[in-house]
C-alpha cells in the first residue's frame, strides 16, 4: 500500500503498489499528483524517456516548461483570435464600416437627400454590430494548458468548462484550411480514451500546432 500527501492541499492518499508511477486525481481538491514508487519496487515512470528525473525534472522540464511533477499550474492560457481566423471578412466589414462612416458625414456636407441616412446607417450599425459580436466570441471561449490537464472554458456571462487528464488523451487534431494555414490559425479537438469522438474542441486558435506540442511534453507518449 503506498500512502503520500496531495501536492496541493495535503490530503494523505493511500493506493494499491500497481498505482505506482502513475498520476492519480485528489479526490478533496482535484489536484492530479504523481503517484512515489516505493523503493525496491520494479514499478517504471509512464513516461518512457529514461532520462526523466523522478523527482523533478521531465521532457517539459528541459523544454523550458513547468515540470510535470509537483502542483499543478498553469502553462498556456489561449483565447481565440479575433482579426486572423477571419482576415477577409474582418477587413470587408471595416471598409464598409469606414465607407458608411464617411458617407454619413458627406450627406450634411454636401446637402444630399436624406434617404441617403437610409442606406449608410444600417450599414455603419451592422458592420460594428457584427465586429463586437465577434469580439464577444472571442472572449466566450478559451483553451488553459495546466501541468495536468487541458481545460475548455465556454461562456461570457455564464460559465461552463469541460477538461482532459493529459495521461487520457487518445488523439489531437488540428483541422485549418488553407487561409487558416497561411494565418496560422486553426481548430484544436481533443479526444480521451474514455469518451468516443472529440470531447474538447475550440476553433480559431492561433498556432494550434504549437499548443499541440505543449500538451504532448505531459503526455506519456
Known amino acids: 500500500m503506498i500512502k503520500f500527501n496531495c501536492d496541493r492541499c495535503d490530503m494523505e492518499i493511500e493506493l494499491d ?37 523522478s523527482k523533478n525534472v521531465d521532457r517539459a522540464a528541459k523544454a523550458g516548461f513547468p515540470p510535470d511533477f509537483g502542483p499543478e499550474t498553469r502553462v498556456i492560457k489561449v483565447r481565440r483570435c479575433w482579426f486572423r481566423s477571419r482576415a477577409i471578412r474582418f477587413s470587408l466589414l471595416v471598409l464598409i464600416g469606414l465607407t458608411s462612416l464617411i458617407g454619413l458625414i458627406w450627406v450634411p ?32 471561449a478559451s483553451l488553459e494548458i495546466t501541468t ?47 469518451q468516443d469522438g472529440i470531447e474538447l474542441q475550440v476553433n480559431h486558435l492561433k498556432n494550434p500546432d504549437y499548443l499541440r506540442e505543449v500538451i504532448d511534453l505531459y503526455r506519456p507518449l
Open 17 to 53: 503498489d500497481e498505482f505506482a508511477g502513475t498520476k492519480h486525481e485528489c479526490l478533496n481538491c482535484g489536484d492530479i499528483n504523481r503517484v512515489p514508487i516505493p523503493e525496491g519496487s520494479d514499478a517504471t515512470l509512464e513516461d518512457p524517456d529514461p532520462a526523466v528525473d
Open 109 to 140: 456636407v454636401t446637402d444630399k437627400s436624406v434617404w441617403w441616412y437610409a442606406l449608410f446607417a444600417p450599414l455603419l450599425l451592422a458592420s460594428v454590430g457584427i465586429l463586437a459580436w465577434w469580439w464577444v466570441d472571442r472572449l466566450s
Open 148 to 194: 495536468k490537464r487541458t481545460i475548455m472554458h465556454r461562456g461570457f456571462f455564464s460559465k461552463s468548462s469541460s477538461e482532459v487528464v493529459h495521461d487520457n488523451i487518445r488523439n489531437i487534431q488540428i483541422d485549418q484550411t488553407f487561409l487558416q494555414r497561411v494565418m496560422r490559425v486553426g481548430r484544436i479537438g481533443i479526444s480521451s480514451s474514455g
